[in-house]
């Protein structure tokens, strides 16, 4: 059992790793879409490269959104609302009729054998308005030429004319009166029917709106059926719009029927598949050619995290409404990998991750040709972050880059600008200025995942910052010395195309130690008097040798960047004490040489073996009195050598060819520093 966890304990960061990679896969796997992927490519316009296809079952072809929209539109025009007939107003205006009738039409004024008739006539007016009702005012105005009446529980259909308002009683009461030859007495019925006369007609909004949305309900959403082993295209036959049409609904009706519960775990086990190869590729690039990534968990998850957002942010965009499907800023993701790490690592997620996302997309061949485009543009555009113009400029030429290509793929698609939709670059220029957001972005994942940019970088190589102050006011001699390895290293870096920014900011602080003790280092004594003649070799090499350790302690409380404290820790490696340690030896030849070297480790990159030969040369530099440019020559290859000699860039990524190239720069800069000239024939 103590083997077992001992075994576990050592191989916890490959562990970790795979379950990393299976939680993304299934992550990855989750959000995909739940439908299949139809087996053959094809775009209106082009022609069909298969063999004949047949209708492999019977389907439906689908009617266009468009389509399906018009007639939602007329069904809407053309409905025919409902109103309802209430018979108890009718009642009480008969009621009311029967009450002042004797009171307008009195004994007085008329002789009995009138008032028969024009109580007769009175009820024939009442019987008219309200055979078919009065109109409620509210709803005066009434949709299309009928309406549904619903009168004692039965809906019948009636003209809408033949529904009264009130402004009609006076004409409707003229007619009856001059058909009868009763037009002398239409004031008198006038003051009547004015008075007791009442809507009972009421729009019903509940009743049309279940109706509409019963009409609506019943909508095709198809226009004919394709029956099996019907000829759909023929070989080499342009996909044209009826075909495209019928195509596309085979397309959707195959991929729901696939996704069926039979075939529910194929289809995931294939999907699966898939993104775990894609993903594999990932640690297998990580592994062979950015080890030092690799065997980081934390930028390893920081990489994976970043694909994880943008394939969850794409699905999701995706499900809500495809069309924005551009407006994810894909090429945040490449800006970013490039700012942390390198320009190819950053291209090559870039691709993986877009591959992954044409399982998601509509249109995946036009997707994946845009964004690897774009990614590509991105990674050729994007340099020194850190200055704001560059930003915006390379932000500019992505969007270019999007408009550009959508427009190519229009005038392939349709063969004119006709039908072009002008609302995609919307789009895109939205997803440039989301874009712009990477800035505070790398600052948040800064400080998540303990990374550094170029931006933080820069931020750290302000001298006027609080430790580099300290540092001065403590150490003068010791600041002086870092600003001119500072220089050495970054011309060093620029000659051989490594991280001159990084070199630079790590060559500022990789003394920081000395500030403890100032004066037992020599650039900081301005007096004869030296404490190390106080000490014992064995107690001076202890001081110098803890530098390094308190500098790493310094660099943590002031919170600086790993990749700042490496260059503290790797700038001696694992190299000796030299004159302390022949100091000792003079007083005893046996004794052990570990108590006089550093602890390293040696430098492990380009940029802290640069640092190394760097500080070496300028701190070794002091000790010539007359330099010419054969004794700097020497001097440096004789430091150099004897750096390699021991051991100290097996390392380091850098060849033989670059450390020539660093020599030759470091000449260079002394001789400019001892303003060395030559000397001329007398």
């Known amino acids: 059992m103590r083997k077992f966890l001992e075994k576990l304990y050592k191989n916890q960061s490959l562990i970790y790793k795979c379950f990393l990679y299976l939680f993304s896969i299934v992550l990855i796997v989750f959000f995909f879409p739940k439908g299949g992927k139809f087996k053959y490519e094809f775009q209106k316009g082009k022609p069909w ?151 009972n007609v009421f729009y019903d909004a509940n009743l049309s709106k279940k109706e509409l949305e019963n009409e ?29 049409k019928i195509l596309n609904s085979l397309k959707q009706e195959y991929e729901s029927e696939l996704w069926s519960v039979n075939n529910y775990y194929f289809i995931l086990f294939g999907y699966t598949i898939l993104v775990a190869l894609v993903l594999m590729m990932l640690l297998l690039f990580l592994k062979k050619y950015r080890n030092e990534i690799f ?31 551009f407006v994810v800023p894909l090429c945040i993701l490449p800006l970013i990998l490039k700012t942390f790490f390198d320009a190819r690592l950053g291209l090559y997620v870039h691709v993986l991750t877009v591959l992954i996302l044409g399982f998601v997309v509509p249109n995946s061949f036009e997707y994946i040709f845009l964004q690897i485009i774009a990614g590509i543009v991105t990674i050729l555009s994007v340099s020194e972050l850190y200055k704001r113009a560059n930003l915006f400029l390379s932000v500019g030429q992505i969007t270019l880059i999007y408009i550009v290509g959508y427009f190519a793929f229009h005038i392939i698609h349709e063969g004119n600008l006709d039908n072009i939709d002008w609302l995609i670059f919307g789009y895109f220029l939205l997803n440039g200025m989301i874009t712009l957001f990477a800035q505070p972005l790398i600052y948040i994942y800064e400080k998540i995942f303990g990374l550094v940019s170029d931006v933080s970088l820069l931020e750290l190589s302000d001298t006027n910052s609080k430790l580099l102050k300290q540092l001065a006011n403590k150490a003068p001699g010791t600041f002086h010395h870092s600003l001119q390895v500072a220089n050495l290293a970054e011309a060093a870096a620029n000659e051989i195309g490594a991280n001159a920014l990084l070199v630079r900011v790590g060559a500022l602080y990789h003394d920081v130690g000395k500030m403890l003790n100032p004066t037992y280092f020599t650039e900081n004594q301005i007096t004869n008097v030296n404490p190390h003649d106080e000490l014992s070799p064995r107690d001076s090499a202890r001081i110098i040798l803890d530098h390094v350790i308190k500098g790493i302690e310094i660099a943590r409380k002031n919170n600086l960047p790993d990749r700042v404290i490496d260059f503290i820790r790797t700038h001696h490696g694992t190299n000796v004490v030299y004159y302390f340690l022949k100091k000792a030896q003079e007083e005893d030849p046996d004794l052990d040489e570990a108590d006089f070297k550093y602890q390293g480790p040696i430098p492990f990159s380009r940029e802290t073996a640069i640092l190394m030969m760097s500080d070496s040369v300028e701190a070794a530099s002091k000790s010539l009195k007359n330099p010419t440019f054969l004794i700097i020559d020497s001097f440096v290859d004789k430091i150099v050598a004897g750096q390699m000699q021991a051991n100290q860039f097996l390392n380091a990524d850098i060849t033989f060819k670059e450390i020539e190239m660093v020599k030759k720069v470091l000449k260079q800069k002394l001789i400019n520093i001892y303003h060395l000239r030559v000397e001329y024939p007398e």
């Open 49 to 199: 490269q298969y063999d004949n296809f047949t209708a492999p079952f019977d389907f439906s072809v689908n009617k266009s959104e468009s389509e399906i929209a018009e007639e939602q539109l007329a069904i809407r025009n053309n409905r025919t609302d409902y109103y309802t007939y209430d018979n108890g107003i009718r009642l009480a205006v008969y009621d009311a009729f029967e009450r002042d009738f004797p009171s307008i039409f009195s004994s007085e004024k008329y002789t009995n054998n009138q008032l028969p008739t024009l109580k007769n006539v009175g009820i024939q007016i009442l019987d008219e308005v309200y055979r078919n009702g009065i109109l409620d005012e509210k709803n005066a105005t009434i949709r299309g030429n009928s309406i549904h009446l619903i009168k004692n529980n039965e809906a019948s259909r009636v003209a809408a004319r033949a529904v009264y308002r009130l402004q009609d009683i006076r004409k409707v009461i003229r007619d009856i009166l001059a058909a009868k030859r009763l037009t002398n007495y239409g004031s008198d019925y006038e003051e009547l029917f004015l008075g007791i006369i009442k809507q």
């Open 216 to 244: 609506l309900s019943n909508l095709s959403f198809t226009r004919g059926n394709i029956e099996k082993g019907t000829l759909i295209i023929a070989k080499d036959e342009v996909v044209e719009a009826e075909n495209y």
């Open 295 to 325: 065997k980081n968990n934390t930028e390893v998850t920081f990489i994976f995290f970043n694909i994880l957002l943008m394939v969850f942010v794409t699905t999701l965009v995706v499900k809500y409404n495809e069309t924005y499907v």
